[in-house]
């Protein structure tokens, strides 16, 4: 018997499928029956049944030992905790963070503002990087997590959803255009399209643009930018209409500077992005507040 057996244990439980706690556990499904098979051979016990529709049904005694469980993982929660803040006292604090160039620009620094207030005494350095060089710096123990626009293919390192980044197109207050509520996205044909992505050699931004003309669009990039600042300089100075991730130009749009334009065919336009980690490293206590941060960011933003 191992605390690993009573995690397997307790996400069956939770979910009440096998399928599904093998996707939360990250492990193969014949690996988590597997498990829960040791579990009952040592304890002499039946824990569950498969119900004839899929998933499964705890026994009596399943959500009795569930009960002792969960008190169990509980104490080990509390008592790594207590010992890993113990050690993370004992010795110089920091926490590096990575990240592609779009979650750089919007979301790491105020997550990072965040966890100051709760860890002032962290030093914190943010590394921004190509999605690539980010995954190298994780291997080699430069960065503790980062996030990035794409899942890493890398076997060692794991890649968490985290969140959709939308895509948007803006322009001025005083463009022709910002009266019209909804249009189609052959009426912006005849403006040359910026693009503000990163400074990879073709950019997630880039890349959709690219996508839309294939399928038939007649888009003109004007004018790729290596930062969000540039593409809303150039929009600022009616040199087209721009294009970029959400989060850049949502304060422009907010006070009324820009004009989001609601085009019917990119309405789901957007990339997922995602927290990754090297797979055979412990996260620091730090990196473990710092991921609890990011998903109580995403939340609050969700909810507004």
């Not at 943010?126 to 293919?153: F, H, K, Y």
């Not at 643009?209 to 888009?219: F, M, S, T």
Request: with cysteine.
């Amino acid at each position: 018997m191992t605390f690993n057996q009573f995690m397997v244990f307790s996400a069956v439980a939770r979910h009440l499928n096998i399928s599904k706690a093998a996707r939360e556990l990250k492990v193969s499904q014949p690996s988590v029956s597997k498990q829960l098979r040791l579990l009952e051979r040592h304890y002499h016990v039946k824990l569950y049944y498969r119900k004839q529709r899929g998933g499964i049904e705890l026994t009596k005694e399943g959500r009795v030992f569930l009960t002792h469980v969960r008190e169990v993982l509980s104490e080990l929660e509390t008592l790594k905790d207590t010992f890993q803040e113990k050690a993370a006292r004992s010795k110089p604090q920091s926490l590096t963070v990575g990240g592609s160039y779009s979650p750089s620009a919007i979301l790491l620094p105020s997550v990072l503002a965040l966890f100051q207030k709760q860890y002032p005494r962290v030093r914190l350095r943010l590394r921004t990087r190509s999605r690539r060089e980010i995954e190298q710096m994780i291997l080699n123990s430069e960065v503790d997590l980062a996030v990035i626009n794409r899942p890493s293919r890398s076997p060692r390192i794991t890649s968490e959803p985290y969140r959709w980044e939308k895509l948007v197109t803006f322009i001025p207050a005083t463009h022709p255009l910002a009266r019209t509520r909804t249009i189609a996205l052959s009426q912006i044909t005849k403006f040359p399209l910026i693009l503000g992505g990163g400074r990879r050699r073709v950019s997630t931004v880039e890349r959709i643009a690219k996508e839309l003309v294939k399928q038939g669009y007649d888009l003109k990039i004007g004018m790729r930018c290596d930062s969000p600042e540039g593409a809303k300089t150039a929009v600022k100075e009616q040199m087209g209409v721009g294009l970029a991730y959400e989060g850049n130009v949502q304060r422009e749009i907010r006070n009324g500077e820009f004009k989001q334009l609601r085009i019917r065919e990119l309405k789901n336009l957007g990339i997922r992005s995602y927290i990754i980690y090297r797979k055979e490293r412990l996260l620091s206590i730090h990196a473990q507040h710092f991921r609890k941060l990011l998903h109580a960011w995403r939340a609050r933003r969700s909810s507004e």
